[in-house]
């Protein structure tokens, strides 16, 4: 489950990922433009230690699909995939990291497209409970392995419209320019919808080399 506060980010998400995206291969449509955000789902790091977002955001025209992860210590020698930091009203210092190099997302994302295991479960810290929220979007893997098993370190390398992630024998395949219709080029699948989007968008894809 994913716990989440209440709380003021200085700057906020979306400001520290509006300064980031352009200079990226697949950012191009940010460039001069406002993000909107559009929906946000999050997967689960088993050790409660680190979170992890992603962000379907709208440039202009384009849907630019942006997975992010926060951590409370900068991580030694991911400094090239360090987003921004920003100051956090209850967590103090965060560090956000481009979340296709990070091991935690990595892992997550490798078991919801080969095993179909389900994002987050988000719930609220109100006062000295939690209250369940709904994300604004869904997303389902479509394996079935019975799990995914140990992963090498990742390595992330991005394109005009996507990101490859390669850990160990997987290969996963982050669409970072979204095209809703688009068809699956991989042997396991992850998809989303969103308010607006009742067919499925292709999300990511994952296979064994």
């Known amino acids: 489950m994913a716990i989440i506060y209440r709380a003021t980010l200085r700057p906020s998400k979306l400001e520290l990922v509006a300064g980031w995206v352009p200079g990226r291969a697949w950012g191009a449509a940010a ?9 946000a789902y999050r997967f689960d790091d088993p050790a409660g230690e680190v979170g992890a977002e992603t962000f379907v955001l709208r440039a202009g025209d384009t849907l630019l699909h942006v997975p992010l992860t926060y951590r409370g210590a900068p991580v030694p020698g991911q400094e090239e995939h360090l987003v921004g930091t920003t100051e956090h009203s209850v967590l103090g210092r965060r560090w956000c990291y481009d979340a296709c ?4 997302y990595v892992a997550a994302l490798a078991a919801a497209v080969l095993s179909g295991a389900p994002q ?3 719930l609220v810290v109100v006062g000295d409970r939690h209250e369940r929220r709904d994300p604004t979007a869904h997303v389902t893997g479509s394996g079935s392995a019975a799990g995914v098993g140990p992963l090498g370190p990742p390595t992330a390398t991005d394109t005009a419209d996507a990101t490859t992630v390669r850990a160990g024998d997987l290969e996963l395949v982050v669409r970072r320019v979204l095209t809703p219709g688009a068809p699956a080029d991989g042997d396991a699948t992850l998809t989303g919808t969103w308010a607006g989007q009742g067919d499925p968008v292709l999300l990511a894809t994952g296979r064994r080399m």
């Open 101 to 104: 190099a990070d091991p935690v």
């Open 120 to 122: 987050a479960e988000e």
């Open 31 to 39: 460039a001069g433009t406002d993000l909107e955000q559009v929906a």
